[in-house]
């Protein structure tokens, strides 16, 4: 540099022990991203209720009828989750949807203790490794 002063550049640092931020902005999405998710979401679920609507007041139970190219409907009733699975089990499937969300709750409350930048979550741990925003001491 001309002036004497050190070549430093966006994302650089000059002590390669001292690790470089991401970026000033925010990572975070904004409104204009949330609305967007919104309405893709929005219009999944008014689809996917449409058609069940559709399918359980004009199908009869295993009736095909396609729809077009090679998508098809045929109506079945499944009584347990994903393909039937656990279909008489349903006490087993209750306990493990309340752990699942359960444990869902408590990595939100690390992620919203951490602010935005969840690439640094393990600093709300002690060098012990207990972590109090998980209900460790």
């Not at 199908?59 to 699975?85: C, D, K």
């Not at 309340?98 to 869902?104: D, G, N, Q, T």
Request: aromatic share 6%.
């Amino acid at each position: 540099m001309p002036d004497g002063q050190p070549d430093i550049r966006v994302g650089s640092a000059p002590n390669a022990a001292i690790p470089v931020l991401a970026g000033e902005r925010s990572l975070g999405a904004g409104s204009r991203q949330w609305l967007g998710l919104s309405l893709v979401v929005s219009a999944a679920i008014f689809g996917d209720q449409l058609t069940k609507h559709v399918v359980r007041t004009h199908m009869s139970l295993y009736e095909t009828v396609h729809v077009l190219g090679p998508l098809t409907l045929r109506r079945v009733q499944n009584s347990g989750i994903a393909f039937g699975f656990f279909s008489s089990a349903t006490a087993i499937v209750t306990a493990l949807t309340i752990v699942a969300v359960e444990l869902l709750v408590r990595l939100a409350r690390v992620l919203v203790v951490c602010g935005e930048d969840f690439t640094h979550v393990q600093l709300i741990c002690d060098r012990s490794g207990a972590c109090p925003a998980l209900g460790s001491a």
